[in-house]
């Protein structure tokens, strides 16, 4: 619906806008048509209207009738405009008069106004200057700018009545006399008021007492602030004498101040100081601040902080200082206190930092160390199979290039044995594991001894001498093992690096050195109440000398380092772990001594230690005989302990350094037999009545030590050699000779004196008596062992290196054992039923050392055999007691040693960890 | 005749080896067999025995030990396994020496399921061995029976 009425709108509207096209005067009737046909709803309300209006505009008929009245009205309405005209001009009178009075009554009232305004202004005029009443001088302004908006007003009504007639300017006129009047009269009022303040001016004095009171609030207030605040202030003249002073904490009055110069009234530190600044100051003319501590008897010591600034008179010339000073010691103190502080915290960080990256560094060492021990232990024992294996394949029946490779293999397999060994030696001496004994030992016996052992391995043309002073003491107390370690390591590196002439060993006693003067004192009283005996120190220096190629200048620095040889060539050359002199380094400076070189290349080297000894008073070593002083007593030379001089010359051929039964195969052609081992090398035999001189000479029976050292290395594996040796007396027993070695041998042997037959056979006596010694006196071991199959393996073992064992099944039964007999070694599980190992050591160590068995009956031990007091003859000397753990860690190992185990093999037990156990504790 | 020597000696080589590599026996089998000579022929084979009767009785303690439900003695278990570790490291049981660490480790913690696992885990290695060991033994006899050297075998 609502579309179609959309569409009918439309053509509606076409429509309309069609007949629009029409002209206006035309088309008014057919509009007229047009529109009243359309429907009413639609028609605008406009088009009605116009529609209306037309019919009144054609009305034409009456326009005369119109015109005539409209005439009549024009002179009635001129006269009316005369009329309103006249009255108009009345009004305006009327209204001007108004308007006058009105003017006049309005100036009248500003004049009064004026006139009140000017007497305020009288009276209002001086407090203007007192700055401190403010609010009465805004007053003021603000009325005067009234006064001023009242003038422009009048001005403004003045201008609008310009406009008007002669009466106005007539009226103006008489208005302006009458204000002139009236202003005339008012000058006169004024004049007289004026003289009448004037008068009551000098009566009143009311503004300058204000003035004064406010003055006085004004200066008492500064004065409350100059008296309060924690300052001193004052002003002094060009003297620097006081005018004024404020103090907050007066210690003087004023007027012990005022009119003196700082100088003149305090003494102490800080016054000098604190005249010159404000001297300073004033000669310099520019203000500054300076901090000065005074310390006076007046209120002792005070910083304070002083701001000095100089003042001038109008003409600009200085005439003295204003001076203001704070108290501020207890800041500057803190300021201190803080600096310290945050100084105290920078070292301290500093430190800690440094500290960290110590510990950080130690840490990695340690753990670096403990890997390389940990993996060295690890390596030692399948190489140590490796060798075992080898050395026991060279007991089969092999041809001559395959004994050639094994040994080869042999050597190479020790070398790796040696340079892990050291590894480990050197650890220990590091991580401090290292534990020093104290023994009786006799230094010539160490020295002889050292020197036989090298002289059996001598594949060189070289005479080994040992000199030893006759000062030395016969027996010294030292760790024995660690001392014969670093003497046959720098022996064995002498000899290494000589190719002929001497090497040697010589050892005599010094003073106490200076660089052990200070520290050895206290260690030494210390470690003599811990003995309880009365021992006293000896120093010995001992030289190893050898004639050999020498070590060039620039090489001595890194000789001691590990892992370093003089030259890469020397290595190659030579061999070497390059360990060996830094462990020697490493024992005698653990020893509390010092190890040195001197050398000349081609000349040769003589390293020399220093150590310190302790002597014993008692003079009985009858208990501390070790096998050769047996054997001296045997050889009917009792005397042999005080000989200075030993001499060996090279014993070739016999090449049992590898302990290695298989090389004795490759013994020597007879002739080199009967020459060598028993060569004489002075015409005189030792004699007991000849050993007083100084460097008496030992002639030493190369043979008899041969003997004795083949015992004690081929034991093992091969006794029947040593048999085959006595028996044959000197007759060869190998089937093939090396050439070298039989050259060597044989020129050697030229140059050779031949021993007598008699001297030959009464020393091959003695031998074999000697021998038998030692068969009788086999060393007793004791294991203490719970586990069957271990104590069957170990048995089988101690079997082979030629020894045997009794067995204890716990620590119990181990303390009977001791206690029944005596033994030389014990070998002693830790982890045990009924008492375990550390604790039956604790118990077999506390009665060494007290005699009797009462720790282990408090502890719980039965001993019913304690009666037999027998035992207490062995109670002096220390039973070598050997750990077996289980495992390898540092911590069993110091518990081992910390319960008087000497040393600790780690299990599974083997023929390689065994045999060095034994070769290390029977002698 | 020498063909099978070597034949044997052979396998008996290999299978030395193999117990090696596959970590039954470690280097203290090696020291054991060190130790035999003619002296004591029959040391490895004596020494072995011991171990496995050893074996059994501790295996047997243990196993009554921990068969006490609620209220197991750790300490005896733990005093039994200390003694089977050491015998099985003395004769180079390589894979029971490392199951005793184990078990003594449970033992330690008190871990009663870990004991058990554990002390099945020795009962069969121990009888492989023992299995095993038995065959090594018995080719020895063989090569000997066969008249031949028993080779040295390098690991």
Known sequence: MVCEMETDQIEEMDVEVLSSMWPENVGTEADKQFNVEKPAGDLDTLKEVTIEEKPTIADLTRLPELMNSTQQGSSQLTNLVKQWEYMQDNAVRLLREELKNLNRQREEAEAKELKIIEEYKFESNEPENVPVLDETSDLFRRFRQKKRDALVDSKKIEIYEEFDTVAYWKQKALNLEKMLEASTERERRLVEKLSESLKTMESQSAPVQELTQNLERAEGFLHFILQNAPIVMGHQDKDLRYLFIYNKYPSLREQDILGKTDVEIFHGGGVKESQDFKREVLEKGKASKREITFTTDLFGSKTFLIYVEPVYNKAGEKIGINYMGMEVTEQVDKREKMAKLREDNAVRKAMESELNKTIHITEETMRAKQMLATMSHEIRSPLSGVVGMAEILSTTRLDKEQRQLLNVMISSGDLVLQLINDILDLSKVESGVMKLEATKFRPREVVKHVLQTAAASLKKSLTLEGNIADDVPIEVVGDVLRIRQILTNLISNAIKFTHEGNVGIKLQVISEPSFARDNTLTADTEEQEQNGLTETSVWICCDVWDTGIGIPENAIPCLFKKYMQASADHARKYGGTGLGLAICKQLVELMGGQLTVTSRVNEGSTFTFILPYKVGTSDDYSDDQDEFSDMADHQSEPDDTAEGYFQFKPLLGSIYSNGGPGIGNDFLPHKVMLTSPIKLMNSFVADPSNNTGQSEMLQLENGGYVDESKLETSSGHCPESAHQYENGNGRCFSKESESCSSSQASSEGGTLEMESELTVSSHREEEKAETDLKETSKPKILLVEDNKINIMVAKSMMKQLGHTMDIANNGVEAITAINHSSYDLVLMDVCMPVLDGLKATRLIRSYEETGNWNAAIEAGVDIKTLENEQVCVRSTNRLPIIAMTANTLAESSEECYANGMDSFISKPVTLQKLRECLQQYLH | ?155
């Open chain 2, 1 to 155: 005749m020498d063909t099978l020597i070597a034949q044997l000696q052979r396998q008996f080589r290999d299978y030395t080896i193999s117990l090696y590599h596959q970590g039954f026996l470690d280097d203290q089998f090696t020291e054991l067999k060190k130790l035999q000579d003619e002296c004591s022929p029959d040391f490895v084979a004596e020494v072995v025995t011991l171990f496995f009767e050893d074996c059994e009785k501790l295996i047997s303690n243990m196993a009554r030990a921990l068969d006490q439900t609620g209220n197991v003695d750790f300490k005896l278990v733990g005093s039994s396994v200390h003694q089977l570790k050491g015998s099985s490291s003395s004769v180079g049981a390589k894979r029971v020496k490392g199951l005793c660490i184990t078990l003594k480790e449970c033992c330690d913690s008190q871990n009663y399921e870990g004991c058990v696992r554990c002390l099945q885990q020795v009962d069969i290695e121990y009888k492989t061995l023992k299995a095993k060991l038995q065959d090594l033994f018995n080719l020895e006899q063989q090569i000997v029976q066969a008249g031949g050297r028993i080779p040295q075998v390098d690991i």
